[in-house]
C-alpha cells in the first residue's frame, strides 16, 4: 500500500467515526490483518504526511504481536482488542515518560474495573491483571527528536472474548471467560480511547501527582510481601513504590531496592 492509499483510507475512517472523546479515537483504521499495529503505525508516521494525534490502528489479526521485551502475543482473530495509538506529548520531559505508562494503564483499568472490579490491577511496568491471570499489556515506544518526545505509538493488546489459549500463556485470562458472556469490541475500545485521553489531559495540565498516587494505589501486590527473583537470587520482598523514572522500588531485609524491566522477576507462590 502507498502513501497515497494510506491518507485516503486516514480521510474516509475520520469522517465515519462515532467515538465521542475529542481527539483519541476520532481517526481510526481498522484492518483485517497486520504484522503489528505498532509497526504500522510507525511506518506510516514515516511515509506519509502528518498523522493526527489520536490516531488509532486497529487489527482483527495481528501475525506478529509483540509484548514487553520481545514477548510475542497470543490472540485469536476477531475475538480480543489489538490496537495501537498516536500521541504527541511534546510537554513530557524525557525524564518524565514514564507517566505516560501510568495514564495509559489507568485509562485501560478505568475501563475494565466497573465490569470486573477490585480484583484489578496494574502489574509493574504496564500489564493489567485480574487475580494473578494477565489480562492484557501495552507496548509504548517513544520517538524522540531531540531532547523532546516527538511521537508515542502506544500499543494495547487485551484478552476479552477469547475462551482459549496455548500452552506457553498459562497464566492468561480474559473478560469472557471471568464474566462467561462476549462483548463489544468496539464499544470497549471508545471507553478506553476516553478514558486514556482523560488521563493524559491530566498528565498535561500538570496533575502529575494524582497521576503517580492513583497508579500506585492500583498496583499489583502493593505493600505485600511477595515473592521474587533477581539477579539469580529468589527472596521475599515488599514493593514500597516507583521512582518518578519508573524503577520499581521493593523491600528486602530493611533495605529498598530499584529495579528496571529486566531486573526482577513475580513470582507466583505464597511467601
Not at 485469536?76 to 520531559?93: A, Q, V
Not at 503517580?212 to 511477595?226: A, D, G, H
Not at 514500597?240 to 524491566?261: A, P, Q, S
Request: aromatic share 10%; net charge neutral; with cysteine.
Amino acid at each position: 500500500m502507498n502513501v497515497f492509499e494510506f491518507s485516503i483510507i486516514i480521510n474516509i475512517t475520520l469522517q465515519n467515526n462515532i467515538f465521542s472523546g475529542l481527539f483519541v479515537g476520532q481517526n481510526l483504521l481498522t484492518l483485517k490483518e497486520v504484522d503489528s499495529t505498532n509497526t504500522f503505525l510507525k511506518n506510516l508516521l514515516s511515509n506519509s504526511k502528518p498523522v493526527p494525534e489520536g490516531t488509532v490502528i486497529m487489527a482483527e489479526t495481528q501475525f506478529a504481536g509483540r509484548g514487553q521485551q520481545n514477548n510475542k502475543w497470543h490472540a485469536e482473530p476477531g475475538k480480543n482488542l489489538t490496537f495501537s495509538l498516536l500521541l504527541k506529548p511534546h510537554f513530557l520531559d524525557i525524564g518524565n515518560q514514564f507517566d505516560l505508562n501510568r495514564a495509559i494503564s489507568m485509562g485501560v483499568y478505568d475501563t475494565l474495573c466497573p465490569l470486573l472490579g477490585n480484583m484489578l490491577k496494574i502489574k509493574w511496568p504496564n500489564d493489567i491483571y485480574y487475580g494473578d491471570k494477565k489480562l492484557g499489556g501495552m507496548l509504548i515506544e517513544n520517538l524522540l527528536q531531540g531532547s523532546q518526545i516527538k511521537n508515542s505509538v502506544i500499543g494495547i493488546g487485551l484478552n476479552i472474548n477469547q475462551q482459549n489459549f496455548p500452552d506457553d500463556a498459562a497464566n492468561a485470562t480474559s473478560v469472557k471467560q471471568i464474566l462467561q458472556r462476549d462483548y463489544e469490541l468496539k464499544d470497549i475500545l471508545a471507553d478506553i480511547c476516553n478514558n486514556i485521553e482523560a488521563w493524559y489531559l491530566n498528565l498535561k495540565a500538570g496533575k502529575t501527582s494524582v497521576v503517580r498516587n492513583t497508579y500506585l494505589s492500583r498496583l499489583y501486590w502493593y505493600s505485600q510481601e511477595k515473592h521474587f527473583r533477581a539477579a539469580g537470587q529468589e527472596f521475599t520482598g515488599t514493593i514500597t513504590g516507583v521512582k518518578d523514572n519508573g524503577l520499581l522500588v521493593v523491600k528486602h531485609n530493611d533495605t529498598e531496592t530499584t529495579y528496571n524491566l529486566k531486573e526482577i522477576e513475580f513470582l507466583n507462590k505464597q511467601p
